[in-house]
């Protein structure tokens, strides 16, 4: 039988191949290899695609949060409140520009922060709230804005793992000052290589975002101030376009094999299955189930039986952001954060792409009964 891997970028690759082949050879005609018509092109359609007024390309969603957070004013002495369960990225931005990230707990069923918990660690010191819509599912934005006007804050979303995903009915990436977009390859819309970008509705941000990219200018060789070399390459926004001329039925093809998934596990004991937030639409960057409850503790052995089955399976994160070593020495101690420890106990993703076909959703879900009965 042959393996399933986590993500099958091969079969996605295959069907764009002479999209993206002429793609990039009308770039190597051209060569405008920097901020050339692409980008510029790319960033109206995704500004299009998104609902958003101004959309700046960057080279990573990494960068795209160190600009976005910079743009908003964050810098020492600053606290930016967030999520521990994330890629480090969320948090090493507000790090990098000497700010403190303040984390709080999650939600246990969406993995999202708890804005409860968000909003009573706010203090004086607050510039911004961090929210991640992790694995594809969206926060409750109406909530999230709620707060941040009652205390002042500014939302920076990171939208890594959500192209696409909508709070209702509205793309997300838009609800607050900025939002944070990557294209790494293996994201709901990837690049290939690194590449991400700022979403925001207010002309000044974008003009200071432009600045900030090009090494703190608008006009060659008349620096203003310290920014960064962090362009969106234009290899990258032409295969970008093609990709996004798609993303839809990929994001409908994930939501499909999402479904797929809900009814084969369905009835599993020990198997939590992933939530779509009320009023939000998920897009499925990962389908991220829980091995809990009866089955508590066995997590590890049934993702060696997955692998054992030639079934890739990956653990997003096994070490909650507050708990790694980069954190271990903050001035501040961290606090003990219960439901994202679990989760990152529990946690199991599960293999996923647009075309995943039903037989090897279903053979994911055998392997995985038998894994439990066992
Ligand atoms: C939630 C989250 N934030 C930020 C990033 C950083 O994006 P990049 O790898 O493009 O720098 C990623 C992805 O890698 C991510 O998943």
Known sequence: MEDIPLLDLRAELQAL??????????????????????????????ADYLGAAHAIGVNSGTDALVLALRAAGVGPGDEVVTTPFTFFATAESVSVLGATPVFVDIDPVSFNLDLDQAEAAITPRTKAIVPVHLFGNP??????????????VVVIEDVAQAFGAEWKGRRVGGFGVAGAFSFFPSKNL??????????????????????????????????EILGYNSRLDELQAAFLRVKLRHVEDFNEGRRRVAASYNAALDGIDGVVLPTETPG????????????TGPAAGRRDAVAQALEDAGIGRAVYYPVPVHRLPVYADAPRPQP????AEAAADEVLSLPIWPTMPDTAVDRVADVLRRALLG
Do not use: C, W
């Open 190 to 223: 990837g690049a290939l290589g690194d590449g991400g970008l700022i979403a925001t509705e207010d002309p000044e941000a974008a003009r200071l975002l432009r600045m900030l990219r090009a090494h703190g200018s608008t006009q060659k060789y008349r620096n």
């Open 280 to 291: 939000g639409r998920h897009v499925f960057h990962q389908y991220t189930v829980r091995i």
């Open 17 to 46: 191949r002479p999209e993206l082949q002429q793609a990039f050879d009308e770039v190597l005609e051209g060569t405008a290899f920097i901020l050339g018509p692409n980008v510029g092109r790319f960033e109206a359609e995704a």
């Open 139 to 152: 926060v409750d934005m109406d909530h999230v804005t709620e707060l941040a006007a009652a205390h002042s």
């Open 336 to 339: 003990t954060l219960p439901y």
